[in-house]
């Protein structure tokens, strides 16, 4: 067993003897590539989904210095047909990129000759008859060692792109690198020296001229997952059934961690979060462990126009326009607003509805994260407009239309851009984002298809809590009586009462002269 060639299965044996949601389907849609034209295959993924755990596996499946049966015998890939053809069949190498990034005793231009070096002493003791030439590179060698014993490598390269994070000012190194995968990946020699290869990262392989450095692999990313799409986290089925097994509320679960849309997948929850709260007991953001907030900090404060008006409106519940396909793949490299809102999807701070096109915060876990960051930046009305908020939610409840309106006339104030400060949209958005502490103890959803119409902002409160739902409609030029009577005359309360039981009726009425607002607020009788 080596450091990096035949590891065995250790790594996946762990991640079996802990509590495990069977992903060992992804196995089979390797398996079909193997000895293909594709089988060069790149898989990326946020941090806290699961990356690592499935480079493991698929050590353990394909390693043929160890027998794996029993760890693959009740998973899903036991009964795929290529099961029997692909276990425990391959010498693998694999590398971790982070390692050699932490290493204290070589500098990033040194991390490929240094890999390179020791992979290649570890070739040559387990196969001692490969012909030694102190000029052939990595390659070379493996090539030189496929052609001499007869068989095929597997290659698992996690943290793919780490250097290019960790890295990105040191040109020389980055260059070395992407040299290093192009020599080991793009010659001629490869389909005699690979069976298959599976890299994984948070990025995509970085693109050059809009070409990728490395065209002939599958990729597969959060943006992008086609077939791979229930492999890249918990789906609510899965969650559901750990919830019951732990005595785990699942709204809470959902609240917290679900959100993301993935490929097909509509509704995936972050693995490493759910699994985190199940073993405490208790629903909480444990982003902050695997991930620091002030990483994002310089991205969204960027002076790009429209942005921070989307970050606004994506704290407020809604969803911004996004764009991804101008991004190289490298965090260095930011030239506008649908770039640094890319990035954000690949990190997993937002999530990404590819029918839309649209991006979106996807939980409580990510919302809190992300006013986290934007408290670290120097927005400082919108840190105001937040912390407000609670005080506005309270106010609602209690009847106080006066001050309710006068707290929507400071945050229409201090969050509304004079260009579009009477923009429909953009009042919606200040609406939200007035009443953006309410996600804790509501459901929001705006623009809610409730009656004969829909109401501009419904609040229904999630399960245990006993604070009426709240139907609000916003008015412009009229008054909040008009509001009020659209919501009876629409009968919106009428279809938000299937969720619950006691509802506030809450009439907004924005006068554009005067640029203020005013309320009036009623409990519906049925």
């Given at each position: 067993?080596?450091?990096?060639?035949?590891?065995?299965?250790?790594?996946?044996?762990?991640?079996?003897?802990?509590?495990?949601?069977?992903?060992?389907?992804?196995?089979?849609?390797?398996?079909?590539?193997?000895?293909?034209?594709?089988?060069?295959?790149?898989?990326?993924?946020?941090?806290?989904?699961?990356?690592?755990?499935?480079?493991?596996?698929?050590?353990?499946?394909?390693?043929?210095?160890?027998?794996?049966?029993?760890?693959?015998?009740?998973?899903?890939?036991?009964?795929?047909?290529?099961?029997?053809?692909?276990?425990?069949?391959?010498?693998?190498?694999?590398?971790?990129?982070?390692?050699?990034?932490?290493?204290?005793?070589?500098?990033?231009?040194?991390?490929?000759?240094?890999?390179?070096?020791?992979?290649?002493?570890?070739?040559?003791?387990?196969?001692?008859?490969?012909?030694?030439?102190?000029?052939?590179?990595?390659?070379?060698?493996?090539?030189?060692?496929?052609?001499?014993?007869?068989?095929?490598?597997?290659?698992?390269?996690?943290?793919?792109?780490?250097?290019?994070?960790?890295?990105?000012?040191?040109i020389a190194a980055l260059d070395g690198y992407v040299n290093f995968l192009r020599r080991m990946f793009k010659g001629s020699s490869t389909l005699q020296t690979f069976a298959g290869v599976y890299m994984t990262?948070?990025?995509?392989?970085?693109?050059?001229?809009?070409?990728?450095?490395?065209?002939?692999?599958?990729?597969?990313?959060?943006?992008?997952?086609?077939?791979?799409?229930?492999?890249?986290?918990?789906?609510?089925?899965?969650?559901?059934?750990?919830?019951?097994?732990?005595?785990?509320?699942?709204?809470?679960?959902?609240?917290?961690?679900?959100?993301?849309?993935?490929?097909?997948?509509?509704?995936?929850?972050?693995?490493?979060?759910?699994?985190?709260?199940?073993?405490?007991?208790?629903?909480?953001?444990y982003w902050g462990k695997t991930a620091a907030y002030d990483a994002i900090v310089p991205y969204i404060q960027m002076n790009f126009e429209g942005l921070k008006d989307d970050i606004i409106d994506m704290l407020?519940?809604?969803?911004?326009?996004?764009?991804?396909?101008?991004?190289?793949?490298?965090?260095?490299?930011?030239?506008?607003?649908?770039?640094?809102?890319?990035?954000?999807?690949?990190?997993?701070?937002?999530?990404?509805?590819?029918?839309?096109?649209?991006?979106?915060?996807?939980?409580?876990?990510?919302?809190?994260?992300?006013?986290?960051?934007?408290?670290?930046?120097?927005?400082?009305?919108?840190?105001?407009?937040?912390?407000?908020?609670?005080?506005?939610?309270?106010?609602?409840?209690?009847?106080?239309?006066?001050?309710?309106?006068?707290?929507?006339?400071?945050?229409?104030?201090?969050?509304?851009?004079?260009?579009?400060?009477?923009?429909?949209?953009?009042?919606?958005?200040?609406?939200?984002?007035?009443?953006y502490y309410a996600k804790n103890d509501y459901v929001m959803h705006r623009e809610y298809a409730s009656g004969k119409g829909y109401a501009d902002l419904v609040l229904i409160p999630r399960k245990n809590v006993?604070?009426?739902?709240?139907?609000?409609?916003?008015?412009?030029?009229?008054?909040?009586?008009?509001?009020?009577?659209?919501?009876?005359?629409?009968?919106?309360?009428?279809?938000?009462?299937?969720?619950?039981?006691?509802?506030?009726?809450?009439?907004?009425?924005?006068?554009?002269?005067?640029?203020?607002?005013?309320?009036?607020?009623?409990?519906?009788?049925?």
């Amino acid at each position: 067993m080596g450091i990096y060639i035949n590891k065995g299965n250790d790594g996946f044996r762990s991640t079996r003897n802990s509590e495990y949601i069977d992903k060992s389907g992804l196995i089979g849609i390797v398996n079909k590539t193997l000895f293909t034209r594709q089988r060069f295959t790149c898989v990326s993924r946020s941090r806290r989904f699961g990356k690592t755990m499935v480079a493991e596996m698929l050590q353990a499946y394909y390693d043929h210095s160890c027998d794996s049966r029993s760890l693959f015998a009740d998973l899903e890939i036991a009964s795929d047909q290529s099961f029997e053809e692909h276990l425990n069949k391959y010498p693998v190498i694999y590398l971790d990129i982070t390692d050699f990034i932490t290493r204290n005793d070589i500098s990033t231009t040194e991390i490929v000759t240094t890999l390179q070096s020791e992979v290649k002493a570890e070739i040559y003791a387990a196969f001692p008859e490969t012909i030694v030439d102190p000029k052939d590179d990595l390659m070379a060698v493996l090539t030189k060692t496929a052609i001499h014993y007869d068989l095929k490598f597997i290659m698992i390269i996690d943290e793919w792109d780490a250097l290019y994070r960790e890295a990105g000012e040191d040109i020389a190194a980055l260059d070395g690198y992407v040299n290093f995968l192009r020599r080991m990946f793009k010659g001629s020699s490869t389909l005699q020296t690979f069976a298959g290869v599976y890299m994984t990262g948070i990025l995509p392989i970085k693109k050059y001229n809009m070409q990728s450095a490395l065209n002939n692999f599958m990729e597969y990313s959060i943006i992008d997952s086609r077939r791979m799409a229930q492999y890249f986290g918990f789906t609510k089925d899965e969650v559901r059934v750990l919830a019951t097994k732990y005595g785990m509320d699942f709204d809470a679960l959902e609240k917290w961690y679900d959100g993301y849309q993935i490929g097909s997948e509509q509704s995936m929850f972050n693995p490493n979060s759910v699994m985190q709260a199940l073993d405490s007991d208790w629903c909480t953001s444990y982003w902050g462990k695997t991930a620091a907030y002030d990483a994002i900090v310089p991205y969204i404060q960027m002076n790009f126009e429209g942005l921070k008006d989307d970050i606004i409106d994506m704290l407020a519940g809604g969803r911004s326009n996004v764009d991804t396909t101008g991004f190289q793949n490298d965090l260095s490299v930011v030239h506008s607003k649908d770039d640094v809102l890319t990035i954000l999807i690949h990190l997993g701070y937002l999530s990404y509805d590819r029918n839309e096109g649209k991006c979106f915060i996807p939980n409580k876990e990510v919302a809190g994260e992300m006013e986290k960051a934007v408290e670290r930046t120097n927005w400082t009305n919108l840190i105001i407009a937040i912390k407000k908020s609670e005080a506005l939610l309270q106010a609602t409840l209690a009847g106080d239309a006066d001050a309710v309106a006068s707290g929507l006339d400071v945050a229409h104030d201090e969050n509304t851009s004079i260009l579009s400060y009477n923009d429909e949209n953009s009042l919606a958005c200040v609406l939200g984002l007035a009443y953006y502490y309410a996600k804790n103890d509501y459901v929001m959803h705006r623009e809610y298809a409730s009656g004969k119409g829909y109401a501009d902002l419904v609040l229904i409160p999630r399960k245990n809590v006993s604070s009426p739902a709240l139907v609000i409609e916003l008015k412009y030029n009229k008054d909040a009586q008009a509001a009020i009577t659209q919501i009876k005359n629409r009968n919106y309360p009428q279809k938000v009462a299937e969720y619950t039981g006691d509802i506030l009726l809450v009439g907004i009425n924005y006068d554009r002269d005067t640029k203020r607002h005013d309320c009036q607020i009623e409990r519906w009788v049925k």
